[in-house]
């Protein structure tokens, strides 16, 4: 018997610029136990709801059967919403368009991690990043504003590793004259602990709006920076990838650098997001949402549904106009979008 959500299988999803969109971000709570200061002014907490999983479940079948490939689960902070594990296992069996497994993600800031590193991994996830923006306790604390949190999350990107959750990713944010000085320790701690470190150059998402071009750390410099430690040699990634790629000269330690500030990458963007609160957001810097949830909540059937991401997919942005005299800042920050 054909369900409705095969009935749907047409050609992939492609937006008006012929880019195929196949990375679906669901970000599944608002809430968030960190309070990082270049993303939270430490004074909002949630603002938006919450969906029940099985609307999530609903939302991300249709997707899949839109050519959806990839998904990852975001927040606020994801594993702080209790029935993650299962979530997961309830997505794992979700098939691609052309029938493939689908390649399961989520990003996390690692405090919980340690505990559910395991069951994720036994429930059918396949990979997880995690937010770490400083190697130092100290400054680790000073960020977050979480004391002994360090810990917590390097217990946590060990724990993934032992659960095969690999390649574990780790992404650190910088900041001019905040942690910058943390480069090179970062590109020990890949060699170190074996993971990928990718650093994320600043952009204009935080919640006391307080950007500059100044603050940014770009793509040149930590190339720089880093080779005053070791050479690096650049080695392929696909062309939707928004991290450049490299590994040391010895083959040991994986650096990525995700520049969308001094090198944007939107000609080959295959991304779109979910809210927490069942929103499709066609670019981190949009400046509305188109609200799914509540075509569901009319009553909207799947067909219905699969009709409305196709509108909202066709009219993707072209490009973000970061620094540009035109730039309009996001609608939400980033911690009300998900990674």
Same mark, same amino acid.
């Given at each position: 018997?054909?369900?409705?959500?095969?009935?749907?299988?047409?050609?992939?999803?492609?937006?008006?610029?012929?880019?195929?969109?196949?990375?679906?971000?669901?970000?599944?709570?608002?809430?968030?136990?960190?309070?990082?200061?270049?993303?939270?002014?430490?004074?909002?907490?949630?603002?938006?709801?919450?969906?029940?999983?099985?609307?999530?479940?609903?939302?991300?079948?249709?997707?899949?059967?839109?050519?959806?490939?990839?998904?990852?689960?975001?927040?606020?902070?994801?594993?702080?919403?209790?029935? /993650? #594990?299962?979530?997961?296992? +309830?997505?794992? &069996? %979700?098939?691609?368009?052309?029938?493939?497994?689908? $390649?399961?993600?989520? !990003?996390?800031?690692?405090?919980?991690?340690?505990?559910?590193?395991?069951?994720?991994?036994?429930?059918?996830?396949?990979?997880?990043?995690?937010?770490?923006?400083?190697?130092?306790?100290?400054?680790?604390?000073?960020?977050?504003?979480?004391?002994?949190?360090?810990?917590?999350?390097?217990?946590?990107?060990?724990?993934?590793?032992?659960?095969?959750?690999?390649?574990?990713?780790?992404?650190?944010?910088?900041?001019?004259?905040?942690?910058?000085?943390?480069?090179?320790?970062?590109?020990?701690?890949?060699?170190?602990?074996? /993971? #990928?470190?990718?650093?994320? +150059?600043?952009? &204009? %998402?935080?919640?006391?709006?307080?950007?500059?071009? $100044?603050?940014?750390? !770009?793509?040149?410099?930590?190339?720089?920076?880093?080779?005053?430690?070791?050479?690096?040699?650049?080695?392929?990634?696909?062309?939707?990838?928004?991290?450049?790629?490299?590994?040391?000269?010895?083959?040991?330690?994986?650096?990525?650098?995700?520049?969308?500030?001094?090198?944007?990458?939107?000609?080959?963007?295959?991304?779109?997001?979910?809210?927490?609160?069942?929103?499709?957001?066609?670019?981190?810097?949009?400046?509305?949402?188109?609200?799914?949830?509540?075509?569901?909540?009319?009553?909207?059937?799947?067909?219905?549904?699969?009709?409305?991401?196709?509108?909202?997919?066709?009219?993707?942005?072209?490009?973000?106009?970061?620094?540009?005299?035109?730039?309009?800042?996001?609608?939400?920050?980033?911690?009300?979008?998900?990674?």
């Amino acid at each position: 018997m054909t369900t409705p959500t095969a009935q749907l299988r047409t050609a992939a999803l492609t937006d008006k610029f012929g880019r195929p969109i196949t990375d679906l971000r669901i970000a599944i709570t608002d809430h968030c136990n960190y309070k990082c200061v270049y993303c939270r002014t430490g004074n909002e907490g949630a603002l938006y709801s919450d969906l029940p999983f099985a609307d999530y479940l609903r939302l991300a079948r249709i997707f899949v059967s839109l050519g959806i490939q990839k998904i990852r689960l975001t927040g606020g902070e994801p594993l702080l919403r209790k029935g /993650v #594990v299962d979530f997961v296992r +309830e997505l794992s &069996p %979700l098939r691609g368009a052309d029938g493939s497994p689908l $390649e399961l993600a989520l !990003t996390t800031n690692g405090h919980l991690l340690a505990e559910l590193a395991q069951p994720l991994k036994e429930a059918g996830l396949q990979r997880v990043t995690v937010s770490m923006d400083a190697v130092d306790p100290d400054r680790f604390a000073r960020i977050t504003r979480v004391p002994n949190g360090f810990e917590k999350v390097l217990a946590g990107v060990r724990a993934a590793r032992r659960a095969g959750l690999d390649p574990v990713k780790v992404n650190c944010v910088l900041l001019r004259g905040f942690n910058e000085d943390q480069i090179i320790p970062f590109g020990m701690f890949a060699r170190e602990e074996a /993971v #990928v470190v990718r650093f994320i +150059e600043f952009m &204009p %998402l935080e919640e006391d709006r307080v950007w500059s071009p $100044e603050v940014v750390v !770009t793509l040149d410099e930590i190339l720089r920076r880093l080779a005053e430690y070791r050479p690096l040699v650049e080695i392929p990634h696909a062309r939707s990838e928004t991290a450049r790629r490299y590994r040391f000269d010895d083959g040991i330690g994986e650096i990525g650098v995700i520049a969308p500030v001094s090198h944007p990458y939107c000609g080959y963007c295959s991304r779109i997001r979910l809210t927490s609160d069942g929103k499709i957001r066609t670019c981190l810097f949009s400046v509305w949402d188109h609200d799914l949830h509540a075509h569901m909540r009319r009553g909207a059937d799947d067909a219905e549904l699969a009709d409305f991401i196709r509108d909202v997919v066709s009219r993707k942005e072209e490009r973000h106009h970061i620094g540009e005299p035109d730039f309009v800042p996001a609608s939400r920050t980033m911690v009300h979008i998900g990674g």
